[in-house]
Antibody, heavy 121, light 109 residues
Framework: QVTLKESGPVLVKPTETLTLTCTVSGFSLSDPRMGVSWIRQPPGKALEWLAHIFSNDEKFYSTSLKTRLTISKDTSKSQVVLTVTNMDPVDTATYYC?????????????WGQGTLVTVSS | DIQLTQSPSFLSASVGDRVTITCRASQFISTYLAWYQQKPGKAPKLLIYAASTLQSGVPSRFSGSGSETEFTLTISSLQPEDFATYYCQQLNMYPRIFTFGPGTKVDIK
């Protein structure tokens, strides 16, 4: 059974760095078919893709946010970590991690439940 | 970057209606398009990938079609559980960037 679960702080202050962890089960982060993305959704708004990491450690980022994002993985712990620097209230959103590789490799077949992060002083 | 637009942004429909949502890409994307359903407070759920392939477990009343720059998601007979927001999504290969459409909310008439 494939599952993904996000964890991290629910509240961060402006200018702080956010660190989120996605813990996966039911598949291996070393499987060459698999990748994991982070996607966020501000309240009442659309989905926004942030970053992706493949099993070979290849990474790519949203054009508009790439200077603030870092994605990494620890295969032995089955975890994918996202850091977002210089948080701002506009970064308030539900943050999801999602898997690619189970279907065409270009879409997300499994998602975590999401974690709401609020940015406020 | 490739942009995705969806139309309509909002539609009001009745149970049993046939519903069609359109997604347009700003550039050629072949058939590399997926559709998701999202209900309030829940994560998105993959419905269709590769433009027309139904994800396992998704009811057959959902179908997808299209290629190049224009794609459609059709619900043949709307059911009460289908009232939700629907998003299209694509992966651009060079540079590798995932993009979501702005969403279409399907509400009860």
């Amino acid at each position: 059974q494939v599952t993904l679960k996000e964890s991290g702080p629910v509240l961060v202050k402006p200018t702080e760095t956010l660190t989120l962890t996605c813990t996966v089960s039911g598949f291996s982060l070393s499987d060459p078919r698999m990748g994991v993305s982070w996607i966020r959704q501000p309240p009442g708004k659309a989905l926004e893709w942030l970053a992706h990491i493949f099993s070979n450690d290849e990474k790519f980022y949203s054009t508009s946010l790439k200077t603030r994002l870092t994605i990494s993985k620890d295969t032995s712990k089955s975890q994918v970590v996202l850091t977002v620097t210089n948080m701002d209230p506009v970064d308030t959103a539900t943050y999801y991690c999602a898997r690619t590789g189970g279907t065409s490799g270009r879409d997300f077949d499994y998602w975590g439940q999401g974690t709401l992060v609020t940015v406020s002083s | 970057d490739i942009q995705l637009t969806q139309s309509p942004s909002f539609l009001s429909a009745s149970v049993g209606d046939r519903v069609t949502i359109t997604c347009r890409a700003s550039q050629f994307i072949s058939t590399y398009l997926a559709w998701y359903q999202q209900k309030p407070g829940k994560a998105p759920k993959l419905l269709i990938y590769a433009a027309s392939t139904l994800q396992s477990g998704v009811p057959s009343r959902f179908s997808g079609s299209g290629s190049e720059t224009e794609f459609t998601l059709t619900i043949s007979s709307l059911q009460p559980e289908d009232f939700a927001t629907y998003y299209c999504q694509q992966l651009n290969m060079y540079p590798r960037i995932f993009t979501f459409g702005p969403g279409t909310k399907v509400d009860i008439k």
